[in-house]
């Protein structure tokens, strides 16, 4: 059978495959690393090798959209090196309820135009269905508080699982490091105990789509109950009472 395109047109098409590819690895690189609805400011942190400009992009929250040159730098560039991080404020963000989509052109109704969001207070806000849809966040997820909120994950990972109330400075390795958890894998009860004196204030254990299994209050010596827990990969955030907070990967047999 005689091939219907000629060598240009199939060339150019090649071509413009590999631009969307291309766009969309881009889009992957970048995401919200941190959000404080109370001070109207977020950060956007590069995950990627290579520089990739972002002035361009926009912020969507509750249907309200910015170009994100239209803010104020607080610190770094909107030219975000690889690693780097940008943080601009004046955002004006609802402190009780509300979302924040970061997409690379304005159209908002395109999951791939979405490269993250997420959202606190309460589920159903704003693009809610679109993150949904990119598979960057799970409808009915939120996260409960007026933050700060902070992401933990590696750039790859997403959903609610990967985030916490915090700030940046203070997710650090040192609280982490300081705690010791067994056993892991799990089958009845987890234990979280400390080098340091860490007071944990809460725990917080997600399934692998971002869905929260089980959270205590405090109670370190009691552990972490895991009877009636079925047997899988799960995601446990500790947050001291300082608000510093520990990620950890715990599996269940």
């Not at 910015?66 to 803010?71: A, C, D, G, R, V």
């Not at 304005?106 to 809610?128: I, K, L, P, V, Y």
């Not at 047997?231 to 520990?246: C, K, N, P, V």
Request: charged residues 15%; proline residues 2%.
């Amino acid at each position: 059978m005689k091939n219907p395109y000629s060598f240009k047109e199939v060339r150019r098409i090649s071509l413009l495959f590999l631009t969307v590819l291309l766009s969309y690895s881009l889009q992957g690189q970048v995401r919200l690393v941190e959000v404080d609805p109370v001070n109207d400011t977020a950060t956007i942190q590069n995950f990627g090798s290579s520089s990739v400009p972002i002035n361009n992009y926009w912020f969507c929250t509750l249907f309200v959209y910015n170009q994100l040159s239209s803010f104020t730098i607080e610190s770094g560039s909107l030219n975000l090196a690889a690693g780097a991080t940008v943080k601009l404020s004046g955002l004006n963000l609802r402190d009780s309820d509300a979302d924040l989509g970061l997409y690379t052109t304005n159209s908002f109704g395109s999951a791939a135009a979405m490269a993250d969001f997420m959202q606190w207070g309460d589920s159903g806000n704003g693009r809610e269905s679109v993150a949904n849809t990119a598979s960057i966040w799970t409808s009915g997820d939120f996260l409960a508080g007026t933050g700060p909120f902070v992401y933990s994950g590696n750039g790859n990972e997403n959903g609610a699982s990967f985030w916490g109330t915090g700030t940046l400075s203070i997710t650090n390795e040192f609280f982490s490091s300081t705690l010791t958890i067994y056993p892991n894998p799990v089958q009845n009860s987890l234990k979280i105990e400390s080098t340091e004196g860490i007071e944990i204030k809460n725990m917080a254990l997600f399934n692998t789509i971002g869905h929260l299994i089980r959270f205590q209050n405090s109670a370190m010596a009691q552990g972490l109950d895991f009877t009636n827990i079925q047997s899988g990969f799960y995601t446990l955030r500790l947050t001291d009472t300082q608000g510093r907070i520990a990620i950890r990967k715990i599996i269940k047999n």
